[in-house]
């Protein structure tokens, strides 16, 4: 029983992620129904959620890599237009080569673990066209000394690397072109508090600097409350809840998102 | 009317043993390679009396290509008195009548293993080269189903990061033979396992080449005049083999991609790989009269 | 006197599900807020000063009422704005200061304090030098202006924490007992700011454990302890 909030009226900028009414179901599951979600530029958006929520199946749809029964998918950027729910796999892969940046809980989706940890970098830039080996080292050394990586690891291949650091060449792929879109999907679960922490504050650290617009999912509340400005509470496939990061955490409406909070306080 | 008047008499095998259906069915896939050039065509890759593997992909074309006014080269890694060459040599000379040379100027069909002969090859004549792996991304991505979506997508990201990991594990680019190439700007494409030496003589050639796999069952196509472009970043130059320097120990001619000949103290000797342009220098040298066409290659070096 | 903040027929409670109960906070408050003006919130424990504080600044979501803000763009309520106006505001013109900082892994000190100048747009050397003052004033010495606020003590991270939520004059400063356990030093530069950004015209709303640390600024106390609900009084408050 709360009031119903109005449209925007300060902030009369487009939100650079619109999501609308998104459903897919596999079979008789219904993986997410009719989730809608926004973000503005340089916001970071919070989804929580346990497993089976439809959190990640949403973060994949961002990413273009599954498309959903029902809903569309815009971004707000130039030469970007449309659902795109609607481009064909051709322009879905450049899309999101140049314009989307995304850090997986498991690397190995990410990375191509015997390479390089400059070569997994590099690859984003030689997908986007570049062809000149100084400028690919010199961005790729760029892109992970921004994501805090040691730099006298630059060769290195990630399947000798810790989990952090697998994590920072994720990230440093990920942002390597600059993307307007960064897609967080539980970046940081699995590794130790302490090393979570140290990714945490980088992405944070990015984050202000660059300013890019952030979805990040996670299950741990603790993630979402370091990074998000505003979170949007997932069950069973649908949006319980949403709202600015703080409200959510200090006065939750819904019976699950109380629920959650509690857990973790 | 007799039924024998309707038919021909029972012969021992089709003209050029392949039946012809077989060879409808090659030359329609030749010409489809040919219009999208550098693009894997599949074929049926019929049976012929040799091991897959030994160039029963480029028989198969040269078998289908062949008639009895055109004469036929067949060379192995540059030589014409190897056994493999010799021995599809005389198969198509048998199966087909054709007249056979191992000089490159009066060849109309050459056949060829790992090597592009010296001599610049014209207009008229076709380059058939025997491939065994026609597919550049098998070792970027073992998936052949994904590798083909990756042709239609032109996602070549990963073969440039290959070259990449070469340069940053070993300072350079370490593909010797088979080295891709963009062909017509669309599709990578393996040249086969010719030397890097001999990529850049495909570039706007005049001839057409044909490279078939017959394990593999691909055709793929250069057609005359069309880019050839080796993978390369723009600061970090193609290079050939270090062959420029180096001069034949029997014929004396230099400036052409060698042989190395391990010798007993250790040390080599060098011998020119394309064997008939070696065979012609010799003969010149012992005062014959023999024509020696123009060489991709001059001193050494390849004018751009 | 330039209204800032009309704040009417504000209800607030909340809704315990895992219990089945509804629990009020406060009912139907209303009073205006001028620019430069101070207003202590008083009342006893679980009247719902703070609640008040947090309902403002929407850290809470209101059940009823109207809290209109005047705003650089115009009149705007805050109980019903939306999630990414409030954001804005937030960052511009309505400012909230507690006791605890939120203090992050490797970020320095003066790298704090100076981050709302920086997202304000001030160039990010000139934001440090202020940043260096602010801190200075509240009395963080000087050696710990590049030490990470994580290892400090209670005391100066509080300190720091004052620094960065006054740094940027704002239209409405919302004080949620920001003196305690504070040294006397750090109590009287909290003040000497008060006054300056009161006399630049923030409107502020505080409550505080002592008021008598700011009674010279309280121009009004609105009581919300439930019998004198909207009882407004001159500055006569029970020191």
Same mark, same amino acid.
């Given at each position: 029983m709360?009031?119903?909030?109005?449209?925007?009226?300060?902030?009369?900028?487009?939100?650079l992620l619109q999501v609308h009414h998104v459903s897919k179901s596999y079979g008789s599951v219904n993986a997410l129904r009719d989730v809608s979600a926004i973000a503005y530029p340089g916001e970071v958006l919070g989804i929580v959620g346990e497993s089976g929520s439809g959190k990640s199946t949403l973060l994949r749809m961002m990413n273009l890599e599954e498309t959903p029964d029902t809903g569309s998918y815009t971004l707000d950027l130039p030469d970007v237009e449309g659902n795109l729910f609607d481009l064909d796999r051709f322009a879905r892969r450049m899309l999101c080569a140049t314009r989307i940046g995304i850090v997986y809980q498991n690397p190995h989706l990410g990375l191509l673990m015997k390479h390089s940890s400059s070569g997994n970098v590099a690859e984003r830039l030689l997908v986007a066209g570049e062809r000149s080996f100084a400028t690919l080292r010199a961005k790729a050394t760029a892109a992970l000394e921004a994501s805090e990586f040691p730099l006298d690891r630059l060769d290195a291949p990630p399947i000798e690397l810790s989990g952090g650091m697998q994590q920072r060449v994720q990230l440093a792929k990920a942002i390597a072109l600059e993307p307007a879109l960064l897609l967080l999907d539980e970046p940081t679960t699995g590794l130790d508090v302490s090393v979570q922490a140290l990714v945490l504050d980088t992405l944070k650290r990015l984050q202000q600097e660059r300013r890019i617009t952030m979805v990040i999912v996670s299950h741990d509340l603790g993630v979402i409350k370091t990074l998000a400005d505003r979170v949007m509470v997932m069950k069973g496939g649908e949006v319980v809840e949403a709202g600015l990061a703080d409200q959510i955490f200090q006065d939750p409406q819904h019976a699950y998102t109380q629920q959650l909070v509690h857990a973790k306080l | 009317? %007799?039924?024998? @008047?309707? %038919?021909?008499?029972?012969?021992?095998?089709?003209?050029?043993?392949?039946?012809?259906?077989?060879?409808?069915?090659?030359?329609?896939?030749?010409?489809? !390679?040919?219009? =999208?050039?550098g693009c894997q065509m599949p074929y049926a890759s019929h049976e012929v009396p040799m091991a897959r593997g030994w160039g029963t992909g480029g028989l198969q074309v040269s078998l289908t290509l062949v008639n009895p006014s055109m004469r036929v080269k067949v060379i192995d890694q540059g030589a014409d008195d190897s056994v493999n060459a010799a021995s599809i040599r005389r198969f198509i000379a048998r199966v087909a009548g054709t007249p056979t040379t191992m000089d490159t100027l009066d060849a109309d069909l050459i056949q060829s293993r790992h090597r592009i002969p010296e001599e610049v090859l014209r207009e008229d004549q076709v380059l058939v080269l025997q491939v065994p792996n026609p597919e550049p991304l098998r070792p970027v991505q073992p998936n052949m189903s994904i590798a083909r979506q990756m042709h239609a997508d032109a996602d070549y990201g990963r073969m440039w990061l290959q070259l990449y990991e070469q340069i940053v594990r070993s300072g350079r680019v370490m593909q010797g033979a088979s080295y891709p190439s963009l062909v017509h700007g669309r599709h990578v494409m393996t040249p086969s396992p010719i030397p890097r030496w001999d990529v850049p003589k495909l570039h706007m050639a005049k001839h057409l080449t044909i490279l078939s796999a017959g394990r593999e069952k691909r055709i793929f196509a250069v057609p005359p005049f069309t880019r050839v472009e080796p993978l390369v970043f723009s600061d970090v130059p193609y290079k050939v083999e270090d062959h420029a320097d180096l001069t034949c120990h029997r014929s004396g001619t230099r400036g052409f991609f060698m042989n190395e000949i391990p010798q007993d103290d250790g040390t080599s000797v060098f011998e020119v790989s394309d064997s008939a342009w070696g065979v012609k220098a010799i003969r010149r040298r012992d005062g014959e009269e023999v024509a020696l066409g123009e060489t991709w290659y001059k001193n050494g070096k390849m004018p751009s | 006197?330039?209204?800032?903040?009309?704040?009417?027929?504000?209800?607030?409670?909340?809704?315990?599900?895992?219990?089945?109960?509804?629990?009020?906070?406060?009912?139907?408050?209303?009073?205006?807020?001028?620019?430069?003006?101070?207003?202590?919130?008083?009342?006893?424990?679980?009247?719902?000063?703070? %609640?008040?504080? /947090?309902?403002?600044?929407?850290?809470?979501?209101? /059940?009823?009422?109207?809290?209109?803000?005047?705003?650089?763009?115009?009149?705007?309520?805050?109980?019903? @704005? !939306?999630?990414?106006?409030?954001?804005?505001? /937030? /960052? %511009?013109?309505?400012?909230? =200061?507690?006791?605890?900082?939120?203090?992050?892994?490797?970020?320095? @000190?003066?790298?704090?304090? !100076?981050?709302?100048?920086?997202?304000?747009?001030?160039?990010?050397?000139?934001?440090?030098?202020?940043?260096?003052? !602010?801190?200075?004033?509240?009395?963080?010495?000087?050696?710990?202006?590049?030490?990470?606020?994580?290892?400090?003590s209670g005391g100066e991270q509080q300190k720091v924490n004052l620094a960065r939520a006054l740094i940027l004059p704002q239209k409405l400063l919302l004080l949620d007992e920001p003196t305690a356990s504070l040294d006397a030093n750090a109590r009287a530069a909290l003040v000497s700011r008060l006054e300056e950004l009161k006399a630049a015209g923030t409107a502020m709303i505080g409550v505080f454990h002592h008021p008598g640390d700011v009674e010279k600024l309280i121009d009004r106390v609105v009581d919300l302890t439930p019998d004198f609900i909207k009882s407004e009084d001159r500055i006569d408050v029970d020191l």
């Open positions: 709360t009031l119903t909030l109005d449209a925007p009226r300060i902030v009369t900028t487009h939100p | 009317m %007799t039924l024998h @008047a309707l %038919t021909k008499p029972w012969e021992p095998m089709s003209y050029g043993f392949l039946d012809a259906s077989a060879k409808r069915e090659i030359r329609r896939k030749m010409i489809k !390679a040919i219009a =999208v050039p | 006197m330039i209204p800032v903040l009309d704040i009417e027929g504000l209800s607030k409670g909340f809704t315990l599900h895992h219990l089945g109960n509804q629990i009020e906070a406060f009912k139907d408050i209303s009073f205006t807020v001028g620019a430069g003006e101070f207003v202590l919130l008083k009342g006893a424990n679980g009247a719902g000063k703070s %609640t008040l504080l /947090r309902t403002l600044y929407r850290s809470y979501l209101p /059940r009823a009422g109207v809290i209109r803000f005047h705003s650089d763009d115009g009149p705007i309520d805050l109980a019903r @704005a !939306a999630d990414i106006d409030i954001a804005h505001l /937030r /960052r %511009t013109e309505i400012g909230f =200061v507690t006791q605890f900082l939120q203090a992050r892994p490797r970020v320095s @000190a003066e790298a704090i304090v !100076a981050e709302p100048l920086r997202l304000h747009g001030i160039p990010a050397d000139e934001a440090l030098i202020r940043a260096r003052e !602010a801190l200075a004033t509240f009395g963080v010495k000087q050696e710990l202006w590049k030490a990470y606020p994580t290892t400090f």
